[in-house]
């Protein structure tokens, strides 16, 4: 399974983007959906999370700006990011969590290759 994440790109602070995360297969089994960064020098954060029932989670520096979303018809993941500050910048992960029934279940985890976000002051 491939991710394949776009989007990303030079922005002032205070803009917006939008990034994609589309799968090389049907995403309606992926469990958790979601999007992590990691900064030069820090450690790789889990940004934003969508359950396949759609309930979501971001992490508080996030929350009120960043909106993420998933289309199962589009086999796609989306995150939505407003009002970017300069600690934004990083390079922006899509991960993807299967389990696949079975006994013993398959548990497979699936990375995209980054896109990086930098947003000038």
């Known amino acids: 399974v491939q991710l394949q994440a776009s989007g990303g790109g030079l922005v002032q602070a205070g803009g917006s983007l939008r990034l994609s995360c589309a799968a090389s297969k049907n995403i309606f089994n992926f469990n958790i959906m979601g999007w992590y960064r990691q900064a030069p020098g820090k450690q790789r954060e889990l940004v934003a999370a969508?359950?396949?029932?759609?309930?979501?989670n971001y992490v508080d520096s996030v929350k009120g700006r960043f909106t993420i979303s998933r289309d199962n018809a589009k086999n796609s993941m989306y995150l939505q990011m407003n009002s970017l500050k300069p600690e934004d910048t990083a390079v922006y992960y899509c991960?993807?969590?299967?389990?696949?029934?079975?006994?013993?279940?398959?548990?497979?985890?699936?990375w995209g290759q980054g896109t990086l976000v930098t947003v000038s002051s």
């Open positions: 969508i359950t396949s029932g759609g309930g979501t």
């Open positions: 991960n993807a969590n299967e389990v696949i029934a079975g006994i013993p279940p398959q548990m497979y985890d699936y």
